[in-house]
């Protein structure tokens, strides 16, 4: 069981974390986060390849957001600077130990999730 945590208001142009814990979420995991903003269907973000720690981002976040992992704290964290309005969304942490390199950006690939916690920005 993935547990998310972070998220919140912020204006546009400022940072957020978010960030996902779970007993057991070792390196052995592929780590993703997907958002679904609202209104619209749940989309790719970013992921970082299992044991060798490959990332992986989605256009339209690239160079501002970063996702990393704490392998002693079995958590995954998603940095979110220069947020825009359009990142408004339900951001969602995924994991897998199965899943290949062409399925990363497939929400159906993954096999668990976090709840999912609100980020929003204001204009």
């Known amino acids: 069981q993935l547990q998310a945590s972070g998220g919140g208001l912020v204006q546009t142009g400022g940072s957020l974390r978010v960030s996902c814990e779970a007993s057991?979420?070792?390196?052995?995991?592929?780590v993703a986060w997907f958002r679904q903003p609202p209104g619209k269907e749940r989309e790719f973000v970013a992921a970082m390849f299992r044991n060798n720690g490959r990332t992986y981002y989605s256009d339209s976040v690239k160079g501002r957001f970063t996702i990393s992992r704490d392998n002693a704290r079995s958590m995954v964290s998603l940095q979110m600077n220069f947020l825009k309005p359009e990142d408004t969304a339900v951001y969602y942490c995924?994991?897998?130990?199965?899943?290949?390199?062409?399925?990363?950006?497939?929400?159906?690939?993954?096999?668990?999730w976090g709840q999912g916690t609100q980020v929003t920005v204001s204009s």
């Open positions: 057991g979420l070792t390196s052995t995991y592929t």
């Open positions: 995924a994991a897998s130990r199965t899943i290949i390199m062409s399925q990363l950006t497939v929400s159906n690939s993954y096999h668990y």
